[in-house]
C-alpha cells in the first residue's frame, strides 16, 4: 500500500485481513531485543494448504507461541485475523532444531506439517511468513503534527512523579496506617519563609516541635497544594510530616521557599540524597533549590479498627520524640523524570520505572494518530506482565498494548478498551514485529439548539485493521482518570517496550 493510501484513516476498509504477508521474520522487526533474551526461531505466522483425503484443497495456517519453559502453542486456523474458534490447539516442546507437538505434528528445518482428523480431515505443511502492517512507516501527510520522528524527545515530558515526591505506597505500602516523615533544614539566618507541600490523604506539618498545619484531606499528592507562611531560625530546623493513607497510593513533598514564592539563598537539607558523581540535586528538585529530597522515614503506624482518616489525631511515638523510634532514609536515590531512552531504528524505549510520556502538544478536537511499537519478547512472564504499556487518547482513554499473540482478544489485552471493548478480533502481531496503531477520535459534540451533549467517539486500527468501529466513550477507562483533555500518554508499566513514527493530524 502506497503512504498516501496508508495515511486516508477515515476511509476505513473493513477487510478481515489487512497485514502485507512476507517470507521470512526480518522486515520490520527488531531480532535480539531485549539484550537478555533472543528471538525464536518457531514463534510467529505460519501458512500453507491443508490437501483432504479427496484430493481438495484448502488455505491453512497457524499462530506459534513461545511459552518459555512451559513449550509451545500452535493454534492452527482457516484464516488470520478472523474472530472464530481455532481448527485445533497444538501444545508442543523443543527438540533440538525442532518442535514435536502432541499430536505429531512438527516444525523442523523450515516446514510446519502435520494432519487433522475429524471435519477437517487431511495433511498440512505450512512455510512462516511475516506479517506487517500496511500503514508501517506511513509517513505523516502536510499539516500533520510530528511527535516523535526518532531523533528526540523534546515534545514530551515525563507523565509520572516527581522525583521529590515520596512515594509510601513503594516504601511500606497498605491502607489505612500512617507514617512520618522529617529531615533538617539549615539556614544562614533567621528569616520568614513559606512551606508549600502537597499530600496523600491528610497531612500535619510541624517546625522545630511546633505543630504548624493541619490538613485532613482526602485527596491525591499533588505538589503544593498546601501552603502555610513559617519562621525559620538561624542554623537548623527540624522539618516532620504525618501523612496518613486511607487507600490506594499515598505520598508527600515539601519545599521552603521565600514570601513572595522565590528561591531562599544558603538552604541546606539533612539527610542529602545518594547522587550519581555527575548528577545535578537541582535535577531532582523541581527548579526550586528549596525543595527536600531525601527524608528519614518512621512507620507504618495502625491502630485496630481505625482507618486512614481515623489516625489522622493518633499521636503516634514520633510526635512524643520517642528514642525508640526507628527511622530509615526513603527517596535516598532519586530517579528522575525523562528517562526514556532513543535507541536504533528511530525508536524511544521505555526505561522501566522511569515513568510514563506524555506529549506535550494537547488536542482538544478531532484528531487522528499514528504511532507504531514495539513489544519485546517476554518467553517466560504471563498476563499483565508481558509486553504491558498503553496509548491513552488525551491522557484519559487507553487502548491497551500487551504481547497477547494469539491469546482470545478480551480488553484488558492488546487492542482491548479496559471496561470499554475488546477488539474486534486479536490483531496482536508476535513480539519484536513492529506493530501500528491508527486513531480516530470525535470530540464531544454539543448541539447548539438543544444544548444536549454527544460523548466522544473513537476508532481504532490495529495493524490495519478495524478493532474498535465508532465506540463511543462515556468517561475515561482509567483509573483515577482526568474529565479534562490532556496530551497523548504512552505509558511505562514495567516493561521495555519501543515506539517510533508518531504523528497526529489535527480535524
Not at 23 to 30: C, F, I, P, Q, Y
Request: aromatic share 8%; hydrophobic share 35%.
Amino acid at each position: 500500500m502506497s503512504n498516501e493510501a496508508g495515511n486516508e484513516m477515515r476511509r476505513y476498509p473493513l477487510a478481515r485481513t489487512a497485514f502485507v504477508l512476507l517470507m521470512g521474520m526480518t522486515a520490520g522487526t527488531a531480532t535480539g531485543w531485549p539484550q537478555d533474551a533472543t528471538s525464536d526461531p518457531f514463534m510467529g505466522d505460519w501458512q500453507g494448504t491443508l490437501k483432504h483425503a479427496d484430493g481438495t484443497q484448502a488455505p491453512i495456517c497457524a499462530q506459534v507461541i513461545c511459552w518459555g519453559k512451559e513449550g509451545y502453542q500452535a493454534n492452527l486456523l482457516e484464516a488470520f485475523d478472523m474472530r472464530v474458534p481455532p481448527l485445533a490447539v497444538l501444545k508442543g516442546k523443543a527438540e533440538g532444531d525442532a518442535v514435536a507437538f502432541d499430536s505429531g505434528a512438527r516444525i523442523t528445518e523450515g516446514t510446519f506439517t502435520g494432519e487433522l482428523t475429524g471435519e477437517h480431515a487431511g495433511q498440512y505443511g505450512m512455510k512462516q511468513t511475516a506479517r506487517l502492517s500496511p500503514t508501517f512507516d506511513a509517513k505523516p501527510p502536510e499539516g500533520a503534527v510530528v511527535l516523535f520522528d526518532g531523533t528526540s524527545l523534546d515534545e514530551w515530558v515525563g507523565g509520572g512523579p516527581e522525583p521529590f515526591m515520596v512515594d509510601l505506597q513503594r516504601a511500606i505500602g497498605g491502607d489505612n496506617r500512617a507514617a512520618y516523615l522529617r529531615c533538617w533544614i539549615s539556614s544562614a539566618r533567621a528569616q520568614p519563609a513559606r512551606l508549600e507541600l502537597g499530600s496523600d490523604d491528610g497531612v500535619k506539618v510541624w517546625l522545630n516541635g511546633v505543630l504548624i498545619h493541619a490538613n485532613p484531606a482526602n485527596r491525591p499528592c499533588r505538589a503544593w497544594d498546601d501552603q502555610a507562611d513559617i519562621e525559620l531560625e538561624a542554623g537548623e530546623n527540624l522539618l516532620m510530616l504525618k501523612v496518613v493513607n486511607g487507600g490506594g497510593g499515598w505520598g508527600a513533598c515539601a519545599r521552603i521557599v521565600g514570601r513572595n514564592g522565590e528561591d531562599l539563598e544558603g538552604l541546606t537539607f539533612d539527610p542529602v540524597p545518594a547522587l550519581d558523581p555527575d548528577a545535578d540535586l537541582a535535577t531532582f528538585q523541581g527548579g526550586s533549590t528549596g525543595t527536600v529530597v531525601t527524608w528519614e522515614m518512621a512507620g507504618p503506624f495502625t491502630e485496630e479498627g481505625k482507618g486512614g482518616p481515623d489516625l489522622f489525631d493518633v499521636a503516634f511515638p514520633p510526635e512524643g520524640d520517642d528514642p525508640a523510634v526507628e527511622w530509615t532514609l526513603v527517596n535516598e536515590r532519586p530517579q528522575a523524570q525523562y528517562r526514556w531512552k532513543l535507541v536504533e531504528e528511530g525508536a524511544m524505549e521505555v526505561t522501566p520505572g522511569g515513568g510514563s510520556l506524555v506529549a506535550k502538544r494537547v488536542f482538544e478536537g478531532d484528531h487522528r494518530i499514528h504511532l507504531e511499537f514495539l513489544t519485546p519478547f517476554m518467553p517466560d512472564a504471563r498476563g499483565q506482565g508481558r509486553g504491558n504499556s498503553g496509548v491513552y487518547v488525551q491522557g484519559r482513554w487507553e487502548v491497551q498494548i500487551l504481547d497477547s499473540y494469539g491469546l482470545e482478544g478480551r480488553d484488558n489485552e492488546c487492542g482491548g478498551m479496559y471496561s470499554v471493548a475488546q477488539p474486534a478480533v486479536n490483531m496482536c502481531a508476535p513480539p519484536l514485529q513492529w506493530q501500528t496503531y491508527d486513531i480516530d477520535f470525535q470530540a464531544s459534540r454539543t448541539d447548539a439548539a438543544t444544548g444536549q451533549t454527544e460523548n466522544p467517539r473513537i476508532t481504532v486500527l490495529h495493524n490495519g485493521v478495524v478493532i474498535h468501529d465508532n465506540v463511543e466513550l462515556k468517561g475515561p477507562n482509567t483509573p483515577g482518570g482526568s474529565t479534562q483533555a490532556g496530551g497523548l500518554l504512552l505509558q511505562d508499566h514495567g516493561n521495555p517496550l519501543r515506539f517510533r513514527n508518531i504523528w497526529v493530524v489535527e480535524g
